[in-house]
């Protein structure tokens, strides 16, 4: 199981949110670790200041595995987790830069634990997205077995509909982002599912993630998208959050 957080301004952003998240993952995955998030945040700044990091804009990075065990597919319950937390600097600022979505061939399956949860197996994600670049979109859009709409491979989606803004349930086989739970903590975004066809008749789309924030889609194969005043709202609410 993976997080990845946000450092900037000299603050971790939703810690407690991401690690909820990494706990319910290591869960589903019968992975047992003695750490809480007080003693993770302080193994992460500890990191930052003797990398002389604390001034700047920081992905991090904290990577669970299960540890040593022989071969097989047998769980063992003994084995002692590997828990490694690296740091990135933050070179590309995509916060509000539009982008174009292409329609993964590659179908997303809902009743999968991968779908749904933050792990190391992201082979469909990061085929779905070069397939998408080769054709000279910038990301791909997931649909799973049912045609509703997903997310894409590193963010969640959202739709305006009737001038309400909504973003897919879980159940269709989401991740559950973490600023896509704020928004819905904080009663900006309701849960509903859509299919790909009824997507072709919303106002306005984006899509959001832990690192860049806000990211207007201006087109979704084919189809345009002209407004982007949801996002930007949701957008100037992330900003007063910091």
């Known amino acids: 199981a993976f997080e990845t957080i946000l450092y900037k301004n000299k603050r971790i952003f939703f810690l407690d949110l991401h690690f909820l998240r ?6 589903q995955l019968f992975i047992a670790i003695q ?18 990091l604390s001034k700047k804009e920081l992905a991090i990075r904290i990577t669970i595995t299960r540890g040593y065990s022989s071969r097989g597919l047998d769980i063992n319950l003994e084995s002692t987790p590997t ?4 740091l990135s600097k933050i ?10 979505l292409f329609i993964s061939p590659i179908k997303r399956n809902e009743s999968s634990l991968i779908s749904k949860n933050k792990t190391l197996n992201y082979l469909d994600n ?8 080769d054709r000279g979109f910038d990301d791909a859009l997931f649909i799973n ?6 997310c894409a491979t590193t963010a969640n989606i959202y739709f305006v509909y009737n001038k309400k803004l909504f973003t897919p349930p879980l159940k269709d086989g989401v991740l559950n982002g973490v600023i896509r739970e704020k928004l819905i903590l904080k009663k900006k975004v309701a849960v ?13 789309i984006f899509v959001s993630n832990s690192i860049f924030g806000v990211r207007p889609v201006f087109q979704v194969g084919t189809k ?19």
Do not use: D, W
């Open 126 to 133: 990061i085929i779905a997205k070069k397939y998408a670049q």
């Open 22 to 27: 990494l706990k319910k993952t290591l869960n």
């Open 83 to 86: 828990i490694i937390i690296s």
């Open 91 to 100: 070179k590309n600022h995509f916060n509000m830069t539009p982008l174009k």
């Open 35 to 52: 750490e809480n998030e007080k003693s993770i945040e302080k193994k992460i700044l500890s990191l930052i200041k003797r990398n002389n």
């Open 224 to 242: 345009k998208y002209l407004s982007s005043q949801k996002a930007n709202e949701v957008h100037q609410f992330l900003r007063k959050l910091g």
């Open 192 to 204: 509903k599912s859509i299919t790909i066809n009824n997507l072709k008749n919303c106002e306005e």
């Open 145 to 150: 077995y049912k045609n509703k709409v997903c």
